[in-house]
């Protein structure tokens, strides 16, 4: 079930679903607005030949109000808000319709698991010909939450918990590394 700007507003003045800072304008319909941070990571090439899921990826940081992302690029970002969903919340990151009819693709893997307590780092992917510009405290996202059926019995504890500025890939820290496909 999603929930509405009515059980949402409940759920944040209950403090069952923490989400700071939060406008007064950022619980829409069905979704809460998230802004964009001022926190990037871009992948450096010149200290990788190679991406791998074996080795931890390099990434440059830049801290600014502002970056204009070039024609057909990727970097990752933030969101200015901190969440913390409980045990029996779910949420999916979704891109705001008026910011992908410019070509800017977001993404997080769509995913938020209940427990899960941070600033959420997304990709941003410009599919457009032209650079975009984007600036910190834009709304950049939206976050759709889902009520499950039951607590989770082991909620998220993984390696992205407690993060509090970008957070590149770290795939090389999965369990499951050097597992061989079957």
């Known amino acids: 079930m999603i929930l509405s700007d009515q059980t949402l507003k ?6 069952k679903l923490k989400i700071d ?8 319909p069905a979704s809460v607005d ?3 941070g001022s926190h990037f990571l871009v992948i450096d090439e010149n200290s990788m030949g190679l ?4 080795d931890e990826i390099k990434y440059r940081t830049i801290e600014a109000d502002s970056i204009t992302l070039p024609p057909h690029s990727f970097i990752l970002a933030t969101t200015r808000e901190e969440v913390e969903l409980p045990d029996d919340l779910t ?30 780092t997304l990709e941003l992917y410009n599919a457009n ?27 998220y504890q993984g390696k992205y918990q407690g993060q509090t500025t970008t957070v590149g ?8 590394k050097g597992a061989s496909a079957v």
Do not use: H
């Open 129 to 155: 010909s032209l650079p975009i510009k984007l600036e910190a405290g834009r709304r950049i996202c939206q976050l759709v939450f889902c009520k499950m059926s039951s607590r989770a019995s082991k909620p």
């Open 10 to 15: 409940q759920y944040l003045e209950e403090g």
């Open 34 to 36: 998230c802004t964009l």
């Open 21 to 28: 800072p939060i406008e007064d304008n950022s619980v829409q």
């Open 51 to 54: 991406l791998t899921m074996d």
């Open 91 to 120: 949420a999916f990151v979704e891109g705001r319709s008026s910011i992908g009819r410019m070509g800017l693709f977001i993404q997080n893997a769509g995913w938020v698991d209940p427990g899960f307590k941070g600033r959420i």
């Open 169 to 176: 890939s770290r795939v090389f820290k999965d369990v499951d």
